[in-house]
């Protein structure tokens, strides 16, 4: 079974940037697709981007559009998200998880199959 590790998460200001870090480890990541979903105090948890296993195709949440970056490099089995411009309402937990297929589905929520153990982002007005 995969294990995977996020980190990278902190304080920043508004309109400060950070990097998020996805680790794989135990088990075949390259060649699924993989997301980012984030989830807020007294909120669902929601999709905020998703990537191909090859990194050739790659989905965005409208509210982060222009504004975060996914990103992966399967040789180091990892898999980035870069966030600029950030906001009070990007303020949430960032997990990430792997799909069950090469590429993400229509529904992005579904067909996921290993969660990691989030990673705190806060944002400051």
């Known amino acids: 079974q995969v294990q995977l590790v996020e980190s990278g998460g902190g304080l920043v200001q508004a309109g400060g940037s950070l990097r998020l870090s996805c680790a794989a480890s135990?088990?075949?990541?390259?060649?699924?697709?993989v997301g980012w979903f984030r989830q807020a105090p007294g909120k669902e948890r929601e999709f905020v981007a998703g990537?191909?296993?090859?990194?050739?195709?790659?989905r965005y949440a409208e509210p982060v559009k222009g504004r975060f970056i996914i990103s992966r490099d399967n040789a180091k089995n990892t898999v980035y998200l870069q966030m600029n411009s950030l906001r009070p309402e990007d303020t949430a937990v960032y997990y990430c998880?792997?799909?069950?297929?090469?590429?993400?589905?229509?529904?992005?929520?579904?067909?996921?199959?290993?969660w990691g153990q989030g990673t705190q982002v806060t944002i400051s007005s």
């Open positions: 998880a792997r799909y069950r297929r090469y590429t993400v589905p229509v529904l992005a929520n579904e067909e996921l199959d290993s």
């Open positions: 135990g088990g075949t990541f390259r060649s699924y697709a």
């Open positions: 990537i191909n296993w090859t990194g050739s195709s790659t």
